[in-house]
């Protein structure tokens, strides 16, 4: 499986190098994918860091109607294609139904299941049969031990190769919170563990027929993340996200992330020695 994933990070998901999964939430235009992909793809170069690119070519699960979803997965997974020729990152999208599996797989690198449809056997299944890695987005209204059985689904064929992902849990209407030491139970299940930083701070349809979000508490959770033993982390960027069609109020200026990246590193290394010391 090295092959399809160009960085040690996933042929050794336990190894000593914080990863970044990166990018706008869908894919708006070519354009502004190319935008950011070349961003991230300098940004890879800068510090050596592991970035992989993250669009979704459809948001099945916008509030309204009437919200932006995205071109389609033909479109899209075009779109993608031409990222990781130009780019050289590797990939990620959303797939929400059984049968985009293996189309998606034909493209990206990482298969993301959404949060809420984290327990959809079917989805589970055909994305672990692809032999792409998986990356399960624990639902916001699950308990943390309990995506064991997601994990289980996703099959044999998918083991070492399947990470889940923290990205809050339901706190009331409209808000969202973190448990810091349920990511130390996901853990425990034995994948890799990623922390969504933006989507933990996103206000779930308080924005009167979207989401809204405080974009400010993304950082700062993202190094509690890291300090709480976080294999990964995942951000929404965006060069105008105030502009942005989908989770624009929880997405994090492609600046602001640019400038995190070498801070994190430095902390994801610092925690790394500190624990390598107590042993």
Request: glycine share 8%; proline share 5%; aromatic share 10%.
């Amino acid at each position: 499986m090295k092959k399809n994933v160009p960085f040690l990070k996933f042929a050794d998901p336990k190894g000593s190098k914080l990863f970044f999964i990166a990018g706008p939430c869908v894919i708006e235009s070519e354009d502004l994918c190319f935008r950011i992909a070349k961003r991230l793809a300098d940004l890879s170069r800068a510090y050596s860091a592991d970035i992989v690119f993250k669009a979704s070519y459809d948001k099945a699960n916008r509030t309204s109607v009437t919200s932006f979803r995205g071109p389609g997965k033909k479109n899209g997974l075009a779109i993608l294609a031409k990222v990781k020729k130009r780019f050289g990152l590797p990939l990620c999208t959303d797939i929400h139904y059984p049968c985009d599996a293996a189309d998606a797989a034909e493209v990206v690198d990482i298969l993301q299941i959404p949060a809420f449809l984290c327990r959809q056997t079917d989805l589970l299944r055909a994305a672990g049969k692809t032999g792409k890695y998986v990356n399960i987005k624990k639902g916001q209204f699950m308990a943390p031990l309990d995506m064991r059985f997601a994990l289980e689904k996703a099959g044999k064929r998918a083991a070492g190769r399947v990470f889940i992902t923290e990205r809050g849990t339901f706190f009331g209407y409209n808000r969202l919170v973190v448990d810091f030491a349920g990511m130390r139970e996901l853990a425990s299940l034995g994948a890799p563990v990623i922390f969504d930083a933006t989507h933990s701070v996103q206000l779930p349809g308080a924005g009167g027929g979207c989401s809204s979000g405080f974009r400010d508490a993304a950082v700062p959770l993202a190094r509690a993340a890291v300090s709480a033993g976080a294999d990964g982390l995942f951000f929404e960027v965006h060069p105008t996200p105030d502009k942005a069609l989908c989770d624009g109020p929880n997405s994090l200026n492609l600046s602001d992330f640019e400038k995190n990246v070498p801070r994190l590193l430095d902390l994801f290394a610092t925690i790394s020695a500190w624990d390598k010391n107590k042993r």
